[in-house]
């Protein structure tokens, strides 16, 4: 049987942002884990416009390239997990209009949040996707809240702690566990 397709999301598209070591830290843990087909999406190297389809996401009548690109990476994927900063108390431009290019391809899939930030460890970008994830019939499973003040990015590598080492196994928990079903819906439709 294939293995689930997990998706994780770069959020930012920053020059020496934090997400990308921290991307890949998750994408390391959830390879080692086993339970799903890993992929890394930058949306840095997607280099999406701002949102400039003349249709509605809802119709699914893409006119432009990398809409049309955009719409069968994210069709691809099984379950996401966005890692995202936090920026003004909310999360980043790049992850909005990313989530605003599409509609169905998001429809009844679970999403988890890796944030990140400073003392409040991104915890606000993550509330702030979650109306979001509700609008587009995502399915929230969890998330992840990294404190850089106290765990930083060194030389461009996160290595993490038992801490947040755990709250991503249980978000894998939980994306393993609803995936699924989530699945065998979107197939029965």
């Known amino acids: 049987m294939t293995k689930p397709v997990l998706q994780v999301i770069i959020g930012s598209t920053r020059p020496g942002r934090a997400g990308a070591p921290i991307a890949t830290w998750f994408y390391d843990l959830a390879v080692a884990d086993g339970r799903f087909d890993v992929e890394l999406v930058d949306l840095a190297e997607v280099n999406l416009p701002i949102f400039n389809e003349p249709n509605h996401p809802i119709q ?76 587009l019939k995502l399915v929230h499973a969890g998330d992840v809240s990294i404190p850089l003040v106290t765990l930083p990015v060194v030389d461009g590598v996160f290595t993490g702690n ?23 819906l979107r197939a029965g439709r």
């Open 60 to 135: 699914g009548k893409y006119e432009f390239d990398h809409t049309k690109r955009w719409s069968a990476t994210v069709s691809r994927g099984d379950a996401f997990v966005f890692v995202v900063p936090e920026y003004n108390h909310s999360f980043n431009a790049a992850t909005k209009n990313a989530l605003d290019y599409l509609h169905n391809e998001w429809r009844y899939k679970p999403v988890g949040i890796v944030s990140y930030g400073g003392a409040v460890m991104g915890t606000r970008s993550a509330q702030h996707l979650k109306p979001v994830f509700t609008a």
């Open 162 to 184: 038992d801490v947040v080492a755990k709250a991503a196994q249980n978000l894998l928990n939980e994306l393993d566990f609803i995936t699924p079903g989530l699945m065998q």
